[in-house]
Structure formats: structure tokens, C-alpha cells
């Protein structure tokens, strides 16, 4: 069975980093593409930033230059480094993929459980 699981939210001053991490569980075949998404309360889910398989990546003007998005080889995901946080950057963030669970399989959509970025001094 596979799962997205995410980790890395938290509290953080307005300048500060923090670094979200995204999880493909149960052994999939290939992660064809990954990318994060972040809620405020009330609002619709945006498009923050994504990456495709060949390592292409894209971003929001919002956090252009201060986000980037990086392979996590050894847990078979991809990590999201959100540096010079501010205050607007405050919300859920969620990570959805698209996994082929088998070489015969295709692509299936994932959406990770969220976290939680507060930035606040």
C-alpha cells in the first residue's frame, strides 16, 4: 500500500528555514512527479512548487528563490527547503504525488496528511 508521509513542519521566526520532507511508502516503482501545496484557513489550496522525474522543477513567484526542492534518495521522496519564512508563508502545507506503483502500472495520485508551518516572532 502506498502512502505519502510527511514531516518537518513547526513554528519558526519571520527569516527563519525549515525543511518539509515527503515520503513515498510501501515500495513504489517510480515517482513520476511530486509537488507541495499550502492552505490557509478559509482559503483554497495553492500551488506552492513541483518536480518531475527528469528533475525538472517549477515555483510559485511567491517563493521563488527562497524555496527549492531537492531528491531524498535514501527515503524515496523529495525534500522542500523553505528559507527566509515570512509570515505569509504561514499555513498547511501538503505534498501530492503521482506514483507508479508497478513498471506495468500507471500513475496513480497521492496527497500527503499536511503539516502545519506557523512563522511568527
Known amino acids: 500500500q502506498v502512502q505519502l508521509v510527511e514531516s518537518g513542519g513547526g513554528l519558526v521566526q519571520p527569516g527563519g528555514s525549515l525543511r518539509l520532507s515527503c515520503t513515498a511508502s510501501?515500495?513504489?516503482?517510480?515517482?513520476?512527479?511530486m509537488a507541495w501545496y499550502r492552505r490557509v484557513p478559509g482559503n483554497q489550496r495553492d500551488w506552492v512548487a513541483s518536480?518531475?522525474?527528469?528533475?525538472?522543477?517549477n515555483y510559485a513567484d511567491s517563493v521563488k528563490g527562497r524555496f527549492a526542492i531537492s531528491r531524498d534518495s535514501a527515503k524515496n521522496g523529495y525534500l522542500l527547503q523553505m528559507n527566509n519564512l515570512q509570515p505569509e508563508d504561514t499555513a498547511v502545507y501538503f505534498c501530492?504525488?503521482?506514483?507508479?506503483?508497478?513498471?506495468?502500472?500507471?500513475?496513480?495520485?497521492?496527497w500527503g496528511q499536511g503539516v502545519q508551518v506557523t512563522v511568527s516572532s
Open positions: 518536480v518531475v522525474s527528469g528533475g525538472a522543477t
Open positions: 510501501g515500495n513504489p516503482y517510480a515517482i513520476r512527479t
Open positions: 501530492h504525488a503521482n506514483i507508479r506503483k508497478s513498471s506495468g502500472s500507471r500513475g496513480t495520485d497521492y
